[in-house]
Structures are given as structure tokens and as C-alpha cells.
């Protein structure tokens, strides 16, 4: 990632313009230019408009905040027309003409979340109130993503959430500002079940470990149900501290319990760790009940994955979206990502990305950035070529609905890249929940003003 | 009482009332003029100030005071989902259950001192958040964090996931959708927020003003100067900890309750002893001892988290647009170090500069540059400078 | 600060008949060991009313041990130290100021962060107010009468140049004032010093003296540790001489200059 | 039965981490009287000596390779160790595998630099500072520390695999005759063993060496010792230099168990505070004792059949017990009365 890369430079400039011109309008008159035109929160005045990248920039999850920021600054490029276009040629919808949104030019602003809510949440406001930034993207948590949409909806500007796999998210805590491109623990259960199925078969014996807040107990729950219905029983459940760092006195008690299957309901460290730990304590190659004793990681991160090295070899898991997918959405996106910063895209940059390109070609399809018209450009919008087949953006909770891909960690890797291999492709009907299921409700949405 | 304020604390309130409340305009031309960073530094510096009754004064190190902080906002939030959004309530019940919590927790920690007492309240501090994050769910939230709700429809659900507000149901106060909370219906976002918290940063300043300059305060100094002569003077100190424990955590539960006020969601993660850790480091940057110094040092560690770290290369590419281009990638690539991603090292190395070079804090360094200024025209005038010092610090 | 860790021991207040009444402080039959050694064994010692009684003994011989057991500092293995009546063993340095028990310490000890004033003010503060008083509002700025007292006694020690200027920038001769000034301000019915002169020029030892001098004219009680016999013979109205953790000797200064025993219990120290 | 014997031995392995860490910054706190909030990032230096000796071997050149694509579906550029291309894949492999304890060489080395480069850069000025400018200015260094690693390495964990001989678990119930249950990872088994031997090394140096017996006497007491005209200084620059070792290796030696990564030392430096605390500031003995009584009690706090009774209680343990010991004991374990307590 050198500075030198021209387009980049170009790109972070226009990027940095929002910022710069902002800094120096004095408030009063920003606020008066804004009482002129009380339509929506934050309406561009100029002929850019700005966004609000809001990712984790320190802090366990900077990687995968590091890689997101990448993918806006080529939505961003793609947008206003440099590169090559990148999904832009392959999307359903060709509302938008490379010349920007709505004829501004697009620019945007970064912050750092910390992965912590408050945090994130200063940051977005910083975005919303200084910089003028009409929409907000990004988060690496579900934590985060549900504090940052909550914002938004009070503030009146859209949320695009970026990395977030709580049912929660669009459950109990939708909003009608906020849309979710990446998927949950409710479609990761439904999409591994008949896998794990297909693989260990129908009499097993599982033994949660679960990481002990909110993310981990939902996505206990949907492993539990999906694979209680396949006839699995459920030997214990146990909750390990977040950030445990050793898990040796969780993972002993494994071995003795009776159980043939181990599932981590972890993410992140707590997964790199756990796994590692786990492979160490030779949970991979014991034989249990007369079966090969199974480990199952229901949420892979390939960023992540990299940290557990070999210990991710044969086991399961579920994923947004992977690099090496052939459709062509996919390949266009990660020939763009990888000939600009030189290694593949993770599925935290593609959501996001994705999340950006959607954003855009609803507000050009609104005619407007106003958050009620756009949003309702996304609501109920099928569409296809981002890399996940045929997608629905449901209006009533904001949920995309799309193929979920099954992983395993492969056995004998390319390159450092090529640590997981798509196993099967879990069609979208079979992933598909009434959106009552999860509670919670949109309310109507807030344009600002 | 306000009588035996000298003259210099008169022209020091003034001028810091003068100053906060023209924040919006002074902090313009570095681009912190909008409301949500004006009240941070509002927030933190009512917790910085409160940190330094105990820390400053007494010379007790807290590295606990963060679990205050928590307490007070989910009061706050607790107070808005089962009372009214009106934010008295909620501010009273916050500084009440910190103080309680505050004076179990120093009853406790008080009867050890220095590193170990450091610790004690570490302990509890991090007991606090980890059961918040997990276990005290039902109470907390959680990960997710404990927020405002629509009033619940039955009571088959939750109080987490549906409000009761009887106060504002039996006043008939009509709801839209997730209410705002607010001060007799003014909304306490934005500017309106920021000057409500102002208010009671200057009211705060107020406070600890009158306790560093009244015989109690004077008996908290003495503390850090000497405990074990102070106990032979006839003086029991333990009572006067407990009381500048409760009273700092008191203000650190008013921290917290605002924090909920102009951002209506509370979250377990304010609790860490990072958090804790953070309000040491605004103490100690400003100046702990002195009245100014802590809020001080708390608006320049809210920019650097607020504004350092949202300076990506782009920005700085603008910022030197100036000069040639080879220099200027020299010079983004060199600042990128400190920015943007990398603000965490710029605040690292602060610290170690400033500790090594200004123990006292940023305030200190104001001294030493006015001492500086005024030491070349008589030795009489450093005299004076030294004096005042003292007047300063006590 | 270690204090309140010490266990404190036999606490119950009993009724003590004051005896003599113009007995101030009544050392009752106090033993106190350190890990089997012996530091004070058996010491009975009274001090009237108004007297200035000097403790002495060579190194190691239980002056300050049977000090730190009087202000509660140390609990005695046995015995009991009375007071005005008062029970002093288990009590803690601040009840035992509290009773009227002041003490200057072997090394200075003052405020250092605080002002000269400050430092008086503060045992001025704790005479008037108790132990604990919480107020955050109220400030000795606005008390005339207690201040002007603080400045008479400042001013009484010397300081009067020094009132403003913080502790940590007096001599250690004037931080003994300084002391001194902060029990005086109380007014004591026993002052305790632990080697008020220690480590002192002799022209400040001098000093000192008249100070001492000054004080007891005032008919103040006053308990002296003291090594410096130039001192103690200038001060002492009777002298208690302890020597392995007991009495040996105790009389007005003229019987102790010549009694054999503390010659004997003094051999090799040069001051005698 | 089994189950308790296990977390018996996880809690030592557990307690041999806590308490090499807690040993150099009880060391540091006895002899120079210094409070090292940046021990913690010491500890992550170690580790990432394993991680840099792990790069340093694979350094490589690039190699097309014709037959092979790679994501973009470009000819595969491969890259091609240095080592193997010199000595062959044998050799190369070789040294990649036990990479790890290979570190341990660099590590010391390394670690005595940076210890003695730090002491006499920053730590010796503080000597005489309070005890909250040395947590202060120590800490501002480990930020400092960490965010250098993370420019260089990211901030993803990294792994570092234990030598593929002792990468497995080893049947610990068939050797002690417990029945074939009962298994264990070979490295975990090396680490507590590793661990005991630094600590009973460490031990033995303080114990048996004139250095050892000034050093013991400077914490007992450090006027006397500096006015008997011994070069104390001296000696204190090679006690933390001694203590930095410590902590690296047992850094490198946890890699295996723990992928790395720069925010490691803060995730410690808590954790082995709380150990030398209840241990007792400046107590050796006690910091072992407590790392050991820790490591153990932690383990069997999260036994589900504790958590079920308490639940949470895996949680706090930790924190609770230090809570507990100091109320009861007011100076730790082994603490001594006057040390730290102002």
C-alpha cells in the first residue's frame, strides 16, 4: 500500500476534500446554510457529497478495519468513475454512470471505532456533525454496528452496517435508517446444519463453548436449533469470559464430556485462540464414540483464520462471501482489490463495499440523498452481480437475503490467501426466516429535520 | 464561604466560565466546534475534575474510577426507561447510586494504600465490567448496550426491550417512536446538550474550587503531604478519604449520567480499566493538583481520539499541498505515523514527554513559559511566580 | 499509615483512679517485646502536672518504643498508659491528640505541600472542629479569630517572615518551629518530644531551647526524649534514665548527674 | 477425578505464564523500586522475537512459477526461502519448524538490549519519581511499543506452531497409569517445565552469586547497600536487563500456546499486577506462590460444575481473590509492611 499509488493519491484527496472544506466553514454558517435547505439532515450544499467510513482503526479487529477502509476508497474511486469499474460492470441495477451520485462527486470521511460503542459512536458523530457526512458505514461488531444505528436514526442519516452478524441487528434492534448487507447466526444455522449433516451425520453429540455477551448466546441459540433438529444433542453449553486468552480450562473438560462435536461460538481472538487451543489439545484427531471427534467454527473470518494457521485445516464454518468465488461479480471485484493493494479482498471489504455501491445506486435511483427516499429505493431491491448470486434487500426488516457459502480450512493451501475452500453454497430459500421471527421493529424513518 | 475566595479565584472562575461557554466559537478554527465533541470535553472534564479531588488532592491513585462512570449511566438510562425522559431524575439517581457504590467500594479499598489500594480498585473495577458484560445482562444490556426503548405494549416484555416511563405515561407526555430525553422539553442534543453540561462543568468547577480552597480541602492536601502526622495532628484521616472517594465518585456518576443524557445508550465497555486508565492519563497531562489542569487534559485526549485519529493521508496531503511534491510525500509519510490509525503512538509518546519532561502536567509547562517570560525583569517577579504557585496548586 | 493495620489490642476503657491528681500521665507497669527481646519491661514513670520531664538512656535502651507505646502508635504487651484519666492503650493517634496529647517528632515532620499557615491551621482546625468535620464549604480564610491565633503562634516561633512560603522551602531548624508552632496551637495538656535538637547545629540547638524555655513558662506539660544532656539539663525539671528497657533511675537533674548507676550505664557515651 | 487433574495441570501451565511474568516485575519493583506498567509489552517483545526469527528465516526471493496461478489469475510469483534454496528443504524446514525454540537464543539477547537500552534510557531517571509517574511514563512507553509492532506485524494474531514433534497432545494418563483419558499438550507439559526451570535458574542466581546476594541485600535495603560503596547501579541495570529476559522468553515460549499479536502485553499487564500484588510487591516467592495459586484457582473456577453454583464466578475469580488476600493480608502474601504503600 504505497503512498505513491497515483489513483489512490487522487482519490484520497477528493476523499479528503469534505474534511478540509468543512474544517475551515465556520459553524454558523454551515448551520445557516443548512437552515436554507431544511430538507433532509446534512443535504450537500456543494458538488460533492460526503460519507462517513467508520471501521475500527485500532484494537483487535484494525486489520479487518484496515481492509474495509480499502474497499470504500475503491467503491469511492469506482463511484466517481476512475479504475476499472469494478462491480459497477457486473451490477443489475446500471443506474449509476461513473460520474459520481446524483452529479456530485463523492467524497468521504474516516474514523476509528475502537471497536467500542462509545467510541463508535463519537466517531459517527464527529462524521455527522462537523463533517457533514449524510451517510454512515462500517463497524467490525455487532456491538458497534447496533450503537452506530441507533445514532443514525436519531441523527437522520443512513446506516450501512459493515462487518455484523448478530440476529439482533436486524431483530430486536432494527431500525429504519439502518440496512444490513452481511448475514446472522439465524442464516449461519440454517446454512451449516444440513452440511454438518451431510458430514458427521445425524447422531452427534455437541459441546458449545460460547463467548459470553450477546453475539455468542445468539449464535449458541441458532447452532442449538438447527442442529438439535437434525436429531444432535446437546451435551453443555459453557460460556468462556470474552478475551480469555487461554482457554485450557474450558477445552479440558471437552475431552471427557462424551461429546464427539466441539462448536466455538467465538470471533476474532477468541476464536484464533480457541482453535488453536483446541487442535493443540488434539481434539482434531481423538476418536470419540467411534467417530473422528468434529470442531466447528460457525462464523469464519479469513483475516482471522490466518491467525489460527494450520489448526484451521478440515473444519467448518460459514462465511459472507470468499475471494475465490467464479461468479463474475466476484471475479471483477477481486481482480480491482487485488491489482490496486496486491493481495484478495476479505468478505469484511466486500460487504463493505457492496454496502456502498447499494447506498449510491439507491440515492441515484431516489433522484436524492434524502434518507426516507433512499431507503425506500433499497427497500424490497432485488438485485444481482456483487459476488453472492441474486439478492433481496427485505423490506420489512433490511436484510439482505442471499446464498450463504459453507467453508471448510483447506488442507493443502496455495498461498497465504488460500486458507478456506467453499464447500457448498447454501441456496437463499433455504436461508430465509419470517422477518417476526427475530422481533423488534423499524419505526419510521428520520430524515433529520 | 464564597467570601474567602481570593481575587485570583474570582478572575479563575470567571475566566473558565468565559472560556467554556465561548467553546463553540474558540474551537473553531481546530475543528472541534461541533456539539458532540464540546460535550465530551464537558463530560470528561466533570469526570477529570472529580478524579482529582481524590487523586489530586489526596494523592490516592484510583485505577477504578471508570466503574463510576458505568454506574452512573445505566442509572441514568434506568431512570429514563422506568421514570420519565426529563433529565433531572435521572442525574439525581445517577449521583446517588455512585455515590453508594463509591462509598461500598472505598469503605472497602481505603483501608489500604498506595499500589494496593491502586489495585483494590482495579479489582473491583474490572469485576464490575465483566459482569456487566456478561452475566448482569438482564440489568446492562450487555454487549449491545442499554438503551432507550418505545413504552412496552405489555409486560410480557422485557423491561430491556420496552420502556415503562411512568412519570411521562402519567403526565401524559405523548410519545413518537424512541423519545429524545430532554429538560422540560428542551432535547438535550447538540448545542442545547453542550451548554447543559457546561453548566455543570462550571457548577462542578465551582465545587471544587470551594473544596480546595475550604479547611477540608486543606485537610485532603495534607493527606498526600503527610497521612501518618496528620493522624498525630489529631485528625482521623480514613472518614476524609471515604468522604473524597464518594464525593469524586459522586462526580464521576455525573459524568456518567450526562454521557447517557446527550447519547442515550450505556454500554459495559466504559467500565474497563482502560477507561479508568484514561481519566489518570487527563489528570496527570493537565496537571494533577491544579483546579484547570484535569479539563484541560481531557479536551486534548477527547481531540486526539476524535480528531487525530480521523486525519487519514488525504488530509495531510491537503495540509502540506503547499510544498513540492516529493517533500510532501516525505512529510504525509512521516505524520502519517502519528495519525489517523496510528494516533494511539502520538498519545504514547505525549505521555512519556510530558512525564518526563513536565511532571506537572501541561499546567506546569504554562508556569514554567510564564515564569519564563517574567524572569528576566527582576528576581522579585520569580518570587512571586513561586508563590503564586503555591497559591495555584492550593 | 501502617497504624491502622496494628492490631489494637485490649481496647475496653477501664476506670482508672487518676491516683495523684496532679499526675497528667501515669505509666502503669508497661512490658512491651519485640520478638522475645525485651524493650521495656516493668516501667512505671508518672509525670505531673506542669512539669518538664526528660526521658534518657543510651541507644537502645526503650526511649522511643516506650514513646510510640504512649500515643498509641505501638499496643504494650502489658500495662496500661493513663492519661487525664483516659485510658490511652488502643487508642489511635488521633483520639489520642484528641485528649490533649501533642507530639514533635524525631525528624521533623510538617506538611510540606502546605503553607506555613496552612500547616498550623490544620492542627488549629482538628482542636476546634474534632477528628472529622465535613464542610466543603467552609474556609479559615473567613475565620478571623482562629487565624489571627494561628499568626500570634507562628509569629511566637519565629516564622512571622515565613507565613505564606510552603513548608518545603523552611530549614530544618524552622520546620522544628514550625512543629513546634503546630502542637502549640493546640494547647496541650502533655507535649511529647522525640529529640527535639536531633541532628541539629548547635546554634539552633540553642535556639531550640530558649524556645523550650519560652514554653515552659507557659506551664505546659512536657515529656522530653532527648540525647543532647546540654539540652536536657537546660529543660528538665526531672529526668527518668532507661537503660535496657528499664528504669534505673528517675529524680531531679542534680540526683541523676551523680548517681552511679546511669554513670555506669553511660560508660563510653561521650556525653556524660 | 480426571477432570480435576486436568485442571490441576492447566492451572500450573496457567500459573508457570503468570508467574515468570510477575517475577521480573516483582524483581524490578524490589531492587530498583520502580513500577514497570510496561512489563507487560516486554512480555509481547518476546513473542515477537519468535515471530521475527520466524521471518527471518523465511526471508525469500520471488520465483515464477509458470504452472500455477495465483488470485487474479496471473502466473503464481512464489516465494522461495533463502535457507531453502541454500541448504535444501530439508535444513530450512528443519530450523522453520523449531523456529520457536530457536527464538529463545535470540530472544535473550535481544531482550537484555532492549532491557539495558530502557533502564538506562528512561528508567534510571525515575528511580526517585513517585510510583504514578513510573506507571505513567512506563505505560506511555508500552503504547508506544506496541503501536511500533503493529506498524510492522498488524494487528492480527500471528501464529507460531510448536515443533511438529511436540505439536500434539501426549497421553499423560497412560504415563502416570490414570487410565487412557486423560491427555495433554506435549508443549504445555515443556512450557510448565520450562517455566519452573527459569524461575528455580533465576532463584538460584539470586541465591548462590555474590551478584545475586548484593542484589538480595539492595532490596532489602538500598541505602545500606549503596553506602557499603557497592556500584549498585550498576547491578540494577542487570537485574532489569535480567527481568526483560525473563519476561521475553517467557513471551516466545507462550507463541505456540497463544498467537501473538501487539496488544498481548496490555491483555497481561493487568493480570500480572494483580498476581504480584497478591504475591506481595517486591516478594519473589510470593509472586510464584501467586501466579501458581491463581493460575490453579482460575481453572477451577470455570469448571461448569463452580459456574453453576456461582455462575460468573470465571469471571472475576481473579479480581475477587486479590480483593480477598488483601483484605486479609494487608502487604499480599509475602509483602513486606513499608514497601509501596505510598
Redesign the interface.
Known sequence: MSFRNPSRRKVLKIGAAAGVTTLATPYFFSRGAFAQSMDYRNAPQGDSVTLGFNVPQTGAYADEGADELRAYQLAVEHLNGEGDGGMLNTFSSKALEGNGVNGKKVAFVTGDTQTKSDAARASAKRMIENDGALMITGGSSSGVAIAVQGLCQEAGVIFMAGLTHSNDTTGKDKRANGFRHFFNTEMTGAALAPVLKNAYGTDRKAYHLTADYTWGWSQEGSIKKYSEELGWETVDAVRTPLGAGDFSQYLTPVLNSGADVLILNHYGKDMVNSLTQAVQFGLRDKQVNGKDFAIVVPLYSRLMAQGAGEAVKGIFGSTNWHWSLQDEGSKAFVKSFGEKYGFPPSQAAHTCYCQTLLYADAAQRAGTFRPSEVGKALEGFDFDGLGNGPVLYRAADHQCFKDVLVVKGKENPDSQFDLLEVVEVTPRDQVEYPPELLGGELGPYNDGV | MIATFSRSDWLLLIAFIVIVLTLPWTMQPIGAAYPDLLQKFAIYGIFAIGFNILFGLTGYLSFGHAAFLGVGSYAALWSFKLLTMNVLPALALSIAVAGVFAFLIGYVSLRRSGIYFAILTLAFAQMSYNLAYSVLTPITNGETGLQVRAIRDSAATSLRDGDVRVIDQFLGIPEIGVPISNLFGMKMSGYSGFYFCAALLILGFFLALCISRSNFGMVLKAIKSNRNRLEYTGVNTRPYLIAAFVISGMYAGLAGSLLSITDPIAGAERMQWTASGEVVLMTILGGAGTLVGPVLGAGVIKYAEQKVSSWNEGILHNAVALLPEPLQDLLVWFFSFFVGEGWHLTLGLMFMIIVIFLPGGLMEGFRRLRRAFSGGRSADSAKTATTSTVQEKS | MAVADIPTGETSEREFASGVPDKVLHIDDVHKSFAGLHALSNVDLDVRHGETHAIIGPNGAGKSTLLNVCVGRLPPDRGAVIFDGHVLTGKTPHEINQLGVARVFQTPEVFLDLSVLQNVMVPALSKRDGPFKLNPFAAFAGETEIRDEAEAVIASVGLADHMRDTASSLSRGDKRRLELAMCLIQHPKLLLLDEPTAGMARHDTNATIDLLKRIKEGGMTKVIIEHDMHVVFSLADRITVLAGGRIIAQGRPEEIKNNPKVKEAYLGEEQV | M??IF??I???L??GG?YALIALGLTLIFGTLGV?NFAHGALFMLGAFCAVTLNRLLNTSFDRVNEA?V???GKP?VEKVPYLEQWFGPEVSGFLLDWSVPISLLLAVFVMALIGVAMERG?IK?FYN?P???Q???T??????LQ??I??FF??????Q??PDIV???ANVGGLLGLGD?????W??LIYFLFSALVIGGVFAFLQFTTFGMVVRAGMHDRETVGLLGINIQRRFTIVFGLAAVVAGVAGAMYT????P?Y??G???L?LS??VV?VGG?GSLTGAVLAGFLLGIL???A???EV?SIL??I???II??V??IV??IR???LMGR??V???
Open positions: 480426571d477432570a486436568l485442571q495441570l492447566n492451572g501451565d496457567k505464564a513500577v500455477k495465483d488470485f487474479l503464481l528512561l531517571h519519581r510510583h504514578a509517574d506507571i505513567l511514563v505505560f506511555g512507553l508500552a503504547i508506544v503501536e511500533i503493529r506498524h498488524g494487528a492480527n494474531p500471528i501464529p506452531p510448536a505439536a500434539g497432545a483419558n486423560v491427555y495433554y499438550p508443549w504445555r505456540p500456546i497463544l498467537p499479536d496488544h498481548m496490555m491483555d497481561f493487568v499486577f494483580v500484588v510487591m482460575q481453572s477451577f470455570s469448571m461448569t459456574k455462575p460468573g470465571d469471571q472475576i479480581y475477587l486479590a480483593v488483601l483484605l494487608p502487604r499480599g509492611p513499608g509501596a504503600e505510598d
